[in-house]
């Protein structure tokens, strides 16, 4: 599969965000859609996380290797830390939406509480390799490419 992504990364990317776009059709058009619509969405999110990661084995886009240093092991750190970042702004929708759906508001304001407190603790992680680790956000539409 590592070498289909890295072959035919746009075509990869292309279908994703084919996936992506039907995602935004399904709620408001069936009942009670917005859960499967946010599942789908954050699976679609993951497995580009995923291909990014086989297609450019190097740090995440916004991570800047200049901002973590030479140190292999501070490197290896900082590109854990952001791809777990990029996993959790990823899941938390549908997470919190499951939470609500199933277990009531009360469990989705404990949940939406925990997931809030596990990316603060990966951003301080981030920042104990660098203090520039989070001058770019996980997702890479603030500019973070263009710099």
């Known amino acids: 599969w590592r070498s289909v992504v890295r072959t035919h990364r746009e075509t990869v990317r292309h279908v994703e965000d084919i996936v ?3 995602t935004y ?27 990014d990661s086989l297609a450019e084995p190097g740090p995440p886009a916004g991570l800047r290797p200049e901002h ?12 854990q830390a952001w791809r777990l970042l990029e996993v959790l ?4 929708a549908a997470a919190e939406v499951a939470a609500d759906r199933t277990l ?6 404990r949940l939406v509480v925990a997931i809030e407190a596990l990316k603060a603790a990966v951003k301080l992680r981030l920042l104990s ?19």
């Open 129 to 147: 390799t660098s203090p520039h680790a989070l001058l770019y956000g996980p997702t890479g539409l603030d500019g973070a490419d263009d710099a």
């Open 68 to 79: 973590v240093g030479e140190d292999q092991a501070r490197r290896a750190a900082a590109r």
């Open 89 to 92: 702004q990823c899941v938390e």
């Open 20 to 22: 992506r776009i039907a």
């Open 104 to 109: 009531g508001d009360s469990a989705r304001v």
């Open 25 to 51: 059709w399904l709620p408001g058009r069936f009942a009670d859609s917005d859960l499967p619509s946010e599942g789908l969405l954050a699976t679609v999110n993951l497995a580009s996380i995923w291909h």
